[in-house]
C-alpha cells in the first residue's frame, strides 16, 4: 500500500482566498483524521470520521473550515475565505481502529 | 480534559550516550499511549503502541515502558540517524480522540 496520500504538499495563497486540501486514506481503514501542525500550539486534531461520516468536529477553529468524507477513499478539508493564522501543516491520518498513520502533510502558507 | 506533555523540550546526545525521554499524561481512562518519531518535513511515523501499566516494548534502539502516570522512551547506544522529534499521544476509552504532547526534540551529535 502506498500509505496516507496527500496533495497539494505545498500551497501557497493570498488571504481570502479558498484553500482545499485533499486527502486519500489507507484502504481498509475505517477512520480518517486531519489535524493542524504549528511550532506555537502543536499537532491539533480538527476533525475525524468514521466510516465516511463526521464523529467529532469540536477541534474545528472557525466556520471557515469544512471538511467532507464523500467515499471511503477521498476526504477534502476546505478554508474559505483563507487567513494568514490558517498558515501551518496540515495532516491527514487513517487508522484500522486505534494506531493511526499520517500523510506528508500539505504545507499551506497564506500571505 | 486529556492532558500530555514531554520532557524534555530538547535533548542534545553524544552518540553512544543512553537516555530517556519522558512523557506524562492525564486522561480519563486510557485506552492506549502511543509513540511517534518525526522527522523534519515528514508526517508522524508510528513506533509504539502501549495499553497498560507495566507493559514494555522495543524496537531497535528504543525501548517504551509505561505506568498509570507516564511513560518513558528509552534510547539505548544512540546514533545520528536516530535525530528526530518524538511524539507522545494517549487516545482515551470514550473515542478515538488523539491527545498528543508537544514533542521531545532528540539531536545525537557524531
Known amino acids: 500500500d502506498a500509505g496516507v496520500i496527500q496533495s497539494p504538499r505545498h500551497e501557497v495563497t493570498e488571504m481570502g482566498q479558498e484553500v482545499t486540501l485533499r486527502c486519500k486514506p489507507i484502504?481498509?481503514?475505517?477512520?480518517l483524521f486531519w489535524y493542524r501542525q504549528t511550532m506555537m500550539r502543536g499537532l491539533e486534531l480538527l476533525i475525524y470520521?468514521?466510516?465516511?461520516?463526521?464523529?467529532?468536529d469540536s477541534g474545528m477553529p472557525e466556520d471557515r473550515f469544512s471538511a467532507k468524507m464523500p467515499n471511503a477513499s477521498f476526504s477534502t478539508l476546505k478554508i474559505q475565505p483563507s487567513e494568514p493564522r490558517d498558515s501551518a501543516v496540515y495532516f491527514c491520518?487513517?487508522?484500522?481502529?486505534?494506531?493511526?498513520?499520517f500523510g506528508p502533510g500539505t504545507r499551506l502558507t497564506v500571505l | 480534559e486529556d492532558q500530555v506533555t514531554q520532557s524534555p523540550e530538547a535533548l542534545r546526545l553524544q552518540e553512544g550516550e543512553s537516555s530517556s525521554l519522558n512523557c506524562s499524561y492525564t486522561?480519563?481512562?486510557?485506552?492506549?499511549l502511543f509513540w511517534y518519531r518525526q522527522d523534519p518535513g515528514k508526517g508522524p511515523e508510528f513506533l509504539f503502541t502501549?495499553?497498560?501499566a507495566g507493559e514494555e516494548k522495543e524496537k531497535e534502539r528504543l525501548k517504551a515502558t509505561l505506568t498509570k502516570k507516564e511513560s518513558f522512551l528509552h534510547i539505548t547506544a544512540p546514533k545520528p540517524e536516530d535525530s528526530a522529534t518524538y511524539l507522545c499521544?494517549?487516545?482515551?476509552?470514550?473515542?478515538?480522540?488523539?491527545?498528543f504532547g508537544p514533542g521531545t526534540r532528540l539531536s545525537v551529535l557524531p
Open positions: 491520518a487513517s487508522s484500522p481502529f486505534d494506531t493511526q498513520y
Open positions: 470520521f468514521n466510516n465516511n461520516v463526521p464523529i467529532d
Open positions: 484502504s481498509g481503514h475505517d477512520y
Open positions: 486522561v480519563s481512562g486510557l485506552r492506549g
Open positions: 499521544a494517549v487516545q482515551d476509552n470514550y473515542g478515538q480522540n488523539f491527545v
Open positions: 502501549l495499553y497498560s
